[in-house]
């Protein structure tokens, strides 16, 4: 878990508020939720068979004896959410998306932390392809948006859950057939949830994995029909996409379209963001049977490998009363410089040497700094120096504000 310390933050804002915007333009409403949640929550949902729940849990009692999770992830809250005040209805769709920090007690190491942030989408209330293709749009448009350098696009189906039956025992059978070639996590692992061995990052079984039977060929006709479905329209949208039956993600509750975004840039933890589609989800939680598609994607890893515009700079002024009886004029100037906006104003009291304020102005990267001392504050005058030309001059507080406009207008110019 790490600090986001000042350095780090305006960047963060940055890209928050791009998101904030660009969601906007989707027509998705933010949702923000609780960190913790009932334990039983992710059992229902993510699944228990995985690590986010049998390893990673942050899972602790309280003091009535409830078990409390802090969120590994964010799907499972909206959906709870969407049921619990009824924010879909049926014929409508709805769009919803979160930001904030997502909890798993993983191996620390680049690119993985316990204390993470996620961005997420989810989409309501249709079986239509063109939902997983919009989520799927926003996905590549913040690639795009955040000048990712050749991020790639892979998608899979893993069809609906009787297909998906019907090919867990086929892929066990191969498994078992070739569990002496296996790796020992695979092997322990392999009777719950099969599919997981394609995650395995050892050689060994990833041998074994290049020859294994894949789902794609015991998806009924209508899956596939869907899936087709979403790849024709992601060809005439030119979304470059590469087909890898390897992509299963790691949870439960998808069905159908599946997607992951993977950047080189990254290293070995190479996932930007994925998701797919979760017909059964809202239903298992108690909601009305309610078609859905979704994605997450980890901001740490985004801002490693994203060239983010330059923000607009804001000028920045800072005031020093020289004396203790100019404070409350200073103050007050202060205050009618704020209320021009565009400007970021530090007050820095306790200075009587005007060679030391000048020097903490330089420190600060002042655009403007503004002086009393006793001689200005008899003519009630403000003294403004401007940091970069070394232009002095003296006002009133409104002819300052003035000045300050039309140099801000001259400057622009
Ligand atoms: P997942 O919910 O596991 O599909 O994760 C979605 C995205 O969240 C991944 O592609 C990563 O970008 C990010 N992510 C997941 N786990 C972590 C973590 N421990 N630290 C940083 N980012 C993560």
């Known amino acids: 878990m790490t600090d986001l310390l000042p350095a780090q933050t305006e960047r963060w804002r940055g890209m928050e508020d791009q998101i904030h915007a660009l969601m906007k333009q989707y027509a998705y409403q933010e949702i923000r939720t609780p960190l913790l949640e009932a334990s039983e929550l992710y059992v229902k949902s993510v699944g228990e068979q995985t690590d986010i729940v049998q390893k990673e849990q942050y899972r602790f009692e309280d003091k009535n004896g409830d078990w409390i999770t802090l969120r590994p992830e964010g799907t499972a809250s909206v959906v709870r959410s969407l049921v619990q005040n ?47 293709v919009e989520v799927i749009l926003v996905l590549s448009r913040l690639a795009e948006m955040f000048g990712l350098t050749a991020p790639k696009l892979k998608l899979n189906s893993l069809g609906d859950l009787p297909s998906r039956a019907v090919y867990r025992d086929v892929l066990l059978t191969y498994l ?31 041998a074994v994995m290049s020859a294994a039977p894949i789902l794609l060929d015991y998806i009924s006709d209508d899956e596939r029909a869907h899936f087709d479905h979403v790849r024709s329209h992601l060809e005439n949208l030119n979304i470059a996409y590469e087909v ?18 993977v950047s080189q840039d990254l290293g070995s933890q190479n996932a930007v963001g994925g998701g797919g589609r979760y017909n059964h989800l809202v239903a298992s939680m108690g909601g009305k049977s309610c078609p859905a598609v979704g994605f997450a994607m980890g901001l740490e890893r985004l801002l490693m490998i994203a060239h983010l515009k330059e923000q607009s700079k804001v000028r920045k002024l800072v005031a020093f009363p020289l004396c203790p009886e100019a404070e409350s004029g200073a103050l007050r100037l202060c205050e009618k410089v704020r209320d021009l906006g565009d400007y970021e104003v530090e007050w820095i009291p306790g200075k009587s040497s005007l060679k030391a304020a000048l020097r903490l102005a330089d420190k600060v990267n002042a655009d403007y700094a503004v002086f009393v001392g006793e001689t200005e504050l008899a003519a009630s005058e403000f003294m403004l120096k401007e940091m970069q030309s070394g232009e002095q001059s003296r006002h009133s507080a409104t002819a300052l504000c003035n000045w300050l406009i039309q140099h801000k207008e001259a400057t622009r110019l």
């Open 244 to 261: 890898d039956p390897k992509i299963v993600r790691g949870l439960d509750y998808y069905t159908h379209t599946v997607f992951e975004m």
């Open 86 to 132: 009824t924010l879909w209805e049926e014929g409508r769709i709805t769009r919803l998306y979160y930001m904030g920090p997502m909890f798993r007690r993983e191996r620390p190491q680049k690119g993985r932390y316990r204390q993470f942030h996620q961005f997420g989408l989810e989409c309501f209330g249709s079986h239509a392809p063109s939902l997983d």
């Open 176 to 206: 078992e057939k070739h569990r002496d070639a296996l790796d020992e996590t695979t092997r322990e692992r392999m009777a719950e949830n099969p599919l997981r061995a394609f995650d395995s990052k050892a050689p060994e079984t990833q």
